[in-house]
């Protein structure tokens, strides 16, 4: 079992930038590939970056190359930077957990997931 909560959501403005972060449960982190997922008002939850045990790494096309995801297994902790922030972005930021070693960009391949954290981009 693992368990996820995330922190550092808030409100920002455009082209602001906020780093979340996610601090998981349990001694065997390193197996699981990470995965960051939002969800706004009135639409479906979507990908956007997913990380491998070994840092690999695969982006959502409408967040590449302003957002990073990271992680450090020694830390049991996974982040995602964000930069030059859109409204658009605006959305309840969830992490998950896949029992996997490898990245997916879908949502039923994850297994375990956070609570949620607000972003909002506002002016």
């Known amino acids: 079992q693992v368990q996820l909560v995330e922190s550092g959501g808030g409100l920002v403005q455009p082209g602001g930038s906020l780093r979340l972060s996610c601090a998981a449960s349990g001694r065997t982190f390193s197996n699981y590939a990470m995965g960051w997922f939002r969800q706004a008002p009135g639409k479906e939850r979507e990908f956007v970056a997913s990380?491998?045990?070994?840092?690999?790494?695969y982006y959502a096309d409408s967040v590449k190359g302003r957002f990073t995801i990271s992680r450090d297994n020694a830390k049991n902790t996974v982040w995602l930077q964000m930069n030059s922030l859109k409204p658009e972005d605006t959305a309840v930021y969830y992490c998950?957990?896949?029992?996997?070693?490898?990245?997916?960009?879908?949502?039923?391949?994850?297994?375990?997931w956070g609570q949620g954290t607000q972003v909002t981009v506002s002016s």
């Open positions: 990380i491998s045990w070994s840092s690999s790494t």
């Open positions: 998950a957990a896949r029992r996997s070693l490898y990245y997916s960009a879908k949502i039923h391949d994850y297994d375990y």
